[in-house]
C-alpha cells in the first residue's frame, strides 16, 4: 500500500512546511490538506507552501466543495497548484460539512457534486465550456492560461452508499470516511463496486482510507485523542457505528450532543462511547495496533492509509506522522 497524511491548515506557515517536508523525507507518498472554510487557514496558500517544500508527493485537497467555491474556479485553483508542484496535485472534492453553515449554506447535492467534477475535466482540456449544469452554468467558460494536465486525478470524498456509488461511477479515486474495522469497509467497497458496475468501468478507482487518531505507547492518551472522532460517525455515518457493533440507542444519545463539526466540540459525546468502538473506528495505540489496521486494509485490496493526526499537541500530532512513517516503511 502507499501511504499518507492528512492535516489541517493550523499550523504556522513554517511549522507546517517542515512537518510536510520531514514527512516526504520519512517516505510517505501523500499529503492531503483540509479545506474548511473558517476553521483553519486556506488550504490553496498552504498548498503551494507544500509544493515548493516537496518534490515527491502527491498533494491533494480534503476535500473541496463546489458550494463556496465555483465549481470553474476549484478546477483553476487546482490547476495552478498542478503547475507549481510539476504534476503532483489530486483533486479532492465532496459534498461539504457542518463548516458550510457558518456561512449559511448546505452540503452539495449529488447533481452538483457530479457536475463540478465534469465541468472541471472539460476546462483541464482548455476547451470553452457553455454548460447549463445542475445548481451553477458555465458561458464561453475557458482557461485563459494552458491547463498542465487534463487528467488530473479527481477523488471523490465518501462515507454514505450514493456518494460512494457515485464515486465508483465517475472518480479516478476515493477519500473513504469509513472507520478502521473490516465489516465497514466492506460494505463501502461494495457501494463503490456497484457503482464501477453500474458505470460499466474495468476496475475500481484508487481508495484510501482515511485513519484519524495518535499513535503512541501512551495508550490513554491515544485513545483520549482518538475518542472525538469516533464521536463524528454517529452523527455523519451511523451505518458503520451499527456494524462496528453501537446500538441503536447509543448512536442517537452520542447524536444528540455532538452534531459533528470541530473535533473538539465532541468531547462530552466521546466519553459515551465504550473503548472497542473507538478502536474499531480510529487509531489509538502503539506500532502493533497500527500494523493490525494496516493488514485490515492490505486484506481488503486497499490503495493507501492515509493517517491524520488529532487531539494533544502539536508535538504529538508531528510524533504521530513519524512513527507511522517508521511502521510502513519497516524501521
Known amino acids: ?180 474495522h473490516p465489516d465497514g469497509l466492506q460494505y463501502a467497497l461494495d457501494h463503490i463496486d456497484r457503482g464501477v458496475d453500474m458505470a460499466g468501468r474495468s476496475e475500481r478507482p484508487q481508495i484510501t482510507v482515511f485513519a484519524y487518531g495518535q499513535i503512541s505507547d501512551d495508550e490513554e492518551a491515544a485513545l483520549a485523542s482518538a475518542r472525538t472522532i469516533a464521536a463524528w460517525f454517529p452523527q455523519t455515518a451511523p451505518m458503520y457505528c451499527e456494524l462496528a457493533g453501537l446500538s441503536p440507542e447509543l448512536i442517537e444519545r452520542v447524536r444528540a450532543l455532538y452534531a459533528g463539526g470541530e473535533f473538539q466540540e465532541a468531547e462530552e459525546a466521546a466519553k459515551l462511547l465504550p473503548d472497542d468502538f473507538v478502536y474499531r473506528m480510529a487509531l489509538a495505540g502503539g506500532d502493533a495496533t497500527v500494523r493490525e489496521h494496516i493488514a485490515t486494509l492490505e486484506s481488503l485490496g486497499i490503495d493507501s492509509m492515509t493517517v491524520f493526526p488529532i487531539g494533544g499537541t502539536v508535538e504529538s500530532r508531528f510524533a504521530t506522522v513519524e512513527a507511522y512513517a517508521r511502521i510502513v516503511s519497516g524501521a
Open 1 to 180: 500500500m502507499r501511504s499518507g497524511v492528512a492535516l489541517q491548515p493550523a499550523y504556522d506557515p513554517d511549522t507546517f512546511g517542515d512537518i510536510v517536508q520531514k514527512s516526504e523525507e520519512w517516505g510517505l507518498d501523500e499529503l492531503w490538506l483540509t479545506d474548511s472554510s473558517l476553521h483553519s487557514r486556506y488550504s490553496y496558500s498552504y498548498l503551494t507552501i507544500a509544493a515548493l517544500r516537496t518534490s515527491r508527493m502527491t498533494l491533494g485537497t480534503a476535500v473541496t466543495n463546489p458550494v463556496t467555491r465555483h465549481p470553474a474556479l476549484g478546477a483553476v485553483a487546482i490547476s495552478t497548484i498542478d503547475e507549481i508542484s510539476g504534476g503532483r496535485a489530486i483533486y479532492g472534492i465532496g459534498a461539504g460539512d457542518r463548516p458550510l453553515e457558518a456561512l449559511g449554506y448546505k452540503p452539495a447535492r449529488l447533481a452538483l457534486l457530479e457536475d463540478s467534477i465534469e465541468a472541471a475535466r472539460r476546462l483541464w482540456t482548455g476547451a470553452s465550456v457553455t454548460w447549463q449544469a445542475r445548481g451553477f452554468e458555465l458561458d464561453d467558460a475557458h482557461m485563459r492560461f494552458p491547463p498542465q494536465r487534463p487528467d488530473i486525478p479527481v477523488y471523490i470524498s465518501a462515507s454514505g452508499p450514493k456518494t460512494l456509488e457515485l464515486a465508483g461511477r465517475v472518480a479516478d479515486g476515493v477519500i473513504l470516511l469509513a472507520g478502521l
